[in-house]
């Protein structure tokens, strides 16, 4: 299994970026994909999930309405729109999965931070 995320980098309060994360290695339609952040100092904190199925999607609650998860599973891909930045969401964001209850992968991370 390999987790593959991409697009992270400098953006200013209230622009957007676009992280991508490719999956490979299982059978990337049959599962949740999750988006999670990180800050030094701080616990890893769910940011966005979707699930295999069309609008089965949550948030957490600050980055609702600004972020937006979404997946081409004929691609393989989950992606995290994230506009109207702010400061407070620069972080390392790292994708997800959860195949069993004993197997969990994690990409390798991205990082996003946001500054003027």
């Known amino acids: 299994v390999q987790l593959v995320e991409s697009g992270g980098g400098l953006a200013q309060p209230g622009g957007s970026l676009r992280l991508s994360c490719a999956a490979s290695?299982?059978?990337?339609?049959?599962?949740?994909m999750n988006w999670y952040r990180q800050v030094p100092g701080k616990e890893r904190e769910l940011v966005a999930a979707?699930?295999?199925?069309?609008?089965?999607?949550l948030y957490a609650d600050s980055v609702k309405d600004r972020f937006t998860i979404s997946r081409d599973n004929s691609k393989n891909t989950v992606y995290l729109q994230m506009d109207s930045l702010k400061p407070e969401d620069t972080a390392v964001y790292y994708c997800?999965?959860?195949?069993?209850?004993?197997?969990?992968?994690w990409g390798q991370g991205t990082q996003v931070t946001v500054s003027s």
């Open positions: 290695g299982f059978s990337f339609g049959n599962y949740v």
């Open positions: 997800h999965t959860r195949l069993s209850s004993w197997s969990e992968y």
């Open positions: 979707i699930g295999n199925s069309p609008g089965n999607s």
